[in-house]
């Protein structure tokens, strides 16, 4: 059994930073890729980052140079770091890990994590 679980999320103010987590537990025999997904009421789900195991990244250009995700392998946790937030990016944001699980290799998503913007 594997689990995603997202945290970090909150209230913040336009200008503001927040850092959400997303760690993964269970049965894992190793995380290769992990996304980042951010769905905001009406909207579909977007695709905001994505980390390679290696620590290769890449980004939207909606948050590109505001936005940094990091993962720390030996935790199975990854970050995203969120600076200069503005009034288009609040959403629940979700991650995404693929995961090798026995012999089995599938994409596992976390209940997302809420992140409002207001002042």
């Known amino acids: 059994q594997v689990q995603v679980v997202e945290s970090g999320g909150g209230l913040v103010q336009p200008g503001g930073s927040l850092r959400l987590s997303c760690a993964a537990s269970g049965s894992i025999v190793s995380i290769s890729d992990m996304e980042w997904y951010r769905q905001a009421p009406g909207d579909g789900r977007e695709w905001v980052a994505a980390i390679t195991r290696g620590a290769s990244t890449v980004y939207a250009d909606s948050v590109k140079g505001r936005f940094t995700v990091s993962r720390d392998n030996a935790k199975n946790t990854m970050y995203l770091q969120m600076n200069s937030l503005k009034a288009e990016d609040p959403a629940v944001y979700y991650c995404?890990?693929?995961?090798?699980?026995?012999?089995?290799?599938?994409?596992?998503w976390g209940q997302g994590t809420q992140v409002t913007v207001s002042s």
């Open positions: 995404k890990c693929t995961i090798q699980s026995g012999t089995s290799l599938g994409d596992y």
